[in-house]
């Protein structure tokens, strides 16, 4: 197993999802098209983390989960984040 530290950004993709001992589960694709499987402790995510959101995420690099070909889905590498920030957009009037 490789324990990298790594910060990336990209799109949430799937619904937060909590799981058992109050992680929050969800997939993060960044401008690279890489998916990344983000758990995090409950208290880590906001309610600003919702699908189609911008995030920030800081966290520990681990396994990747491969992806099952025959369902055209891709390999994605798990990320234990320790910081989950949203990127809020500004509207001037």
Request: positive net charge; without cysteine.
């Amino acid at each position: 197993m490789k324990s990298t530290i790594t910060t990336i950004t990209g799109t949430v993709t799937t619904v937060p999802t909590l799981t058992t001992a109050r992680l929050v589960e969800f997939v993060v694709v960044d401008a690279r098209g890489a998916e990344f499987a983000v758990r995090a402790w409950s208290d880590v995510v906001t309610d600003a983390v919702r699908v189609g959101a911008t995030v920030t995420v800081s966290g520990t690099e681990g396994w990747v989960i491969p992806g099952r070909s025959w369902r055209r889905e891709p390999s994605r590498t798990i990320v234990q984040a320790y910081s989950v920030d949203t990127t809020a957009l500004l509207l001037a009037a």
